[in-house]
């Protein structure tokens, strides 16, 4: 099935480092969401973005929406602890609202 | 105020063997999605539904899959003749799908981890 391109693949910082990770698409999509799944859970949505260009925040989350629709980074700053999990990036098909899915960003923070 | 739970939460199976997977979905969500997610990859899109009618199966790998709702509420996903690249946690979420974008958050269950020997 189509995956998106996420990258990196993994990272390893230390608490209170900010990270920063993205996600292109050779598909254009009106609706980009980035999700964080933990061990054994299904994946919950951070933040989502439904216009080209915007810039939104939840708390330590930043997102944008890339302005060619075809691409959308995700950052957090000052990581803590319980950030540690997968997050992945997920475009939105227009018409049944299903969910093509980033292969993921996998973050451990240290002490 | 349940969430969408899945059951059973694992299943192991021999290569050959049937199996049934299901979904609760939120209680007045109209919209329901299966995916699958293989050992450490992404989620991969199966099968979509409207109340009782799937309008998009495009994900659904081979015909040994199948997926069915009743009700507008409960979902099975069905894999005959299981194979061990079958593997995987599946995935169901749903969503009100009311047609206002914000009310369009899908809603994950925990999954169920299928191992096929």
């Known amino acids: 099935g189509q995956q998106l391109n996420q990258s990196p693949q993994s990272m390893f910082i230390q608490e209170g480092e900010d990270v920063s990770m993205n996600c292109t698409s050779s598909?254009?999509?009106?609706?980009w969401l980035w999700y964080k799944q933990d061990p054994g859970e299904g994946p919950v949505l951070l933040i989502a973005?439904?216009?080209?260009?915007e810039l939104t925040s939840n708390g330590r989350l930043t997102a944008q929406f890339g302005i060619t629709r075809k691409d959308s980074f995700l950052n957090i700053s000052a990581s803590i602890p319980s950030d540690v999990g997968i997050y992945f990036c997920?475009?939105?098909?227009?018409?049944?609202?299903?969910?093509?899915f980033g292969t993921g960003t996998r973050l451990q923070v240290f002490p | 105020g349940a969430g969408v739970s899945q059951s059973p939460s694992n299943k192991v199976t021999e290569k050959g063997k049937d199996v049934e997977l299901r979904c609760d979905p939120i209680?007045?969500?109209?919209?329901l999605y299966w995916y699958r997610q293989s050992l450490g990859q992404g989620l991969e899109f199966l099968i979509y539904?409207?109340?009782?009618?799937?309008?998009?199966k495009s994900g659904l790998p081979s015909d040994r899959f199948s997926a069915e709702r009743t009700g507008g509420s409960v979902s099975t996903l069905t894999i005959q003749r299981t194979q061990q690249e079958d593997s995987a946690v599946y995935l169901c979420?749903?969503?009100?799908?009311?047609?206002?974008?914000?009310?369009?958050?899908?809603?994950f269950g925990p999954g169920t981890r299928l191992t096929v020997l």
């Open positions: 973005l439904y216009k080209a260009g």
């Open positions: 598909s254009i999509f009106n609706t």
């Open positions: 539904f409207q109340g009782n009618s799937a309008p998009d």
């Open positions: 209680s007045g969500h109209t919209a």
């Open positions: 979420a749903s969503s009100l799908r009311s047609g206002r974008t914000a009310q369009n958050e899908q809603f």
């Open positions: 997920a475009g939105q098909d227009r018409n049944t609202d299903k969910l093509i």
